[in-house]
């Protein structure tokens, strides 16, 4: 595990130092080589992580998906998904190219608590991360807000919108989560490339404002 995340991370920088000296210098310095930067992909369990990583990736998502048991059936929710019958159990892995010279790499976290053990890991060089929310499941966002907030890394909530649900305005999912004003908050489809781009472009022009100088 922490070798395959240090190999695309751009530093091993602590949990605590997100590393912007990538960011600063892709501003700065655009003839350079491209720049890695590692994204996480967090939010609860059935929001669309695996779907979000999909719909961008230019390599074949990695995905760990395992078939669902009912050792799982108290801890995972399936009211909202009744047709999920898979589920990532360590982690889904993806790259998109951004401009030729700006790399992401995506890696979406495993959404059941009981992985949690595996964020610090996976946060660890990382510029910032996309909070999914689905309004119907808005709690289920609060751990992961909970963890950046706590670990300073930046963040946007992306609120994944499903058909046939009610549509929030992002200032009142913004309310709801009591997330602070600097923070993006948009309305996307996890399975709309467009939108997802849209998302992964506002997180790095957040990360890059939140960079100190
Ligand atoms: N209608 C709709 N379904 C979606 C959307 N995003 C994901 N899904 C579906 O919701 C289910 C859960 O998505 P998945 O990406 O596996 O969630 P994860 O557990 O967060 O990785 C899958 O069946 C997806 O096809 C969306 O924006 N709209
Ligand atoms: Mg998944």
């Keep these: 595990m922490d070798s395959a995340v240090s190999d695309v991370s751009p530093s091993s920088d602590p949990v605590e130092d997100p590393s912007e000296e990538g960011l600063r210098d892709w501003q700065l310095d655009r003839s350079k080589a491209p720049i890695a930067t590692k994204i996480v992909v967090a939010g609860g369990f059935g929001v669309g992580k695996t779907t979000f ?47 030729d010279d700006l790399v992401l790499y995506l890696f979406g976290t495993p959404g059941q608590q009981r992985f949690w053990f595996l964020w610090d890991d996976l946060v660890r060089g990382a510029i910032g991360a996309v909070v999914l929310a689905d309004t119907r499941r808005l ?62 472009l506002a997180l790095v022009g957040h990360a890059l404002e939140a960079a100190p100088e």
């Design 53 to 99: 990583v999909g719909s961008v990736s230019e390599v074949r998502p990695l995905r760990t998906e395992a078939v669902m048991t009912s050792a799982g059936e108290e801890t995972d929710d399936l009211t909202a998904t009744p047709e999920k019958t898979t589920t990532t159990v360590v982690m889904d892995f993806g790259r998109l190219t951004l401009d």
């Design 139 to 200: 709690s289920d966002c609060f751990p992961a807000l909970d963890y950046f907030e706590s670990c300073r890394l930046p963040y946007v909530v992306a609120v994944n919108h499903f058909e046939g649900t009610e549509t929030y305005d992002a200032q009142d999912v913004r309310e709801a989560l009591s997330v602070p004003a600097g923070v993006p908050v948009l309305t996307m489809d996890a399975r709309k490339r467009i939108t997802v781009v849209d998302t992964l």
